[in-house]
Nanobody, 117 residues
Framework: QVQLVESGGGLVQAGGSLRLSCAAS????????MGWYRQTPGKQRELVAV???????KYADSVKGRFTIARDNAKNTVDLQMNSLKPEDTAIYYC???????????WGQGTQVTVSS
């Protein structure tokens, strides 16, 4: 069983920075992707950033140039450095791990990020 544990959320003023961390434990096999999604009340969960085991990254347009995702394959950890935060970045952020063979999706419990104006 795979578990994801997130840390690093909190309250910050607009223009500030936060760093989210996620550690995956358990039996993880094969090519995978680790990433961060976020969700606000009444809206669907949306992709923020993802990084594949080969190092390729993908970002939502709204965070490009402000957020950076990085992972440590040996430790199965993924971090999200968030700079120049805006009030619209306020959301619950979820860590995600997807394995492709076999196909499985895992989620963390979520961590609140609040950006005040």
């Amino acid at each position: 069983q795979v578990q994801l544990v997130e840390s690093g959320g909190g309250l910050v003023q607009a223009g500030g920075s936060l760093r989210l961390s996620c550690a995956a434990s358990g039996s993880i096999f094969g090519v995978n992707a680790m990433g961060w999604y976020r969700q606000t009340p009444g809206k669907q969960r949306e992709l923020v950033a993802v990084i594949f085991s080969g190092g390729i990254t993908k970002y939502a347009d709204s965070v490009k140039g402000r957020f950076t995702i990085a992972r440590d394959n040996a430790k199965n950890t993924v971090d999200l450095q968030m700079n120049s935060l805006k009030p619209e970045d306020t959301a619950i952020y979820y860590c995600s791990l997807v394995t492709y063979v076999p196909r499985n999706d895992y989620w963390g419990q979520g961590t609140q990020v609040t950006v005040s104006s």
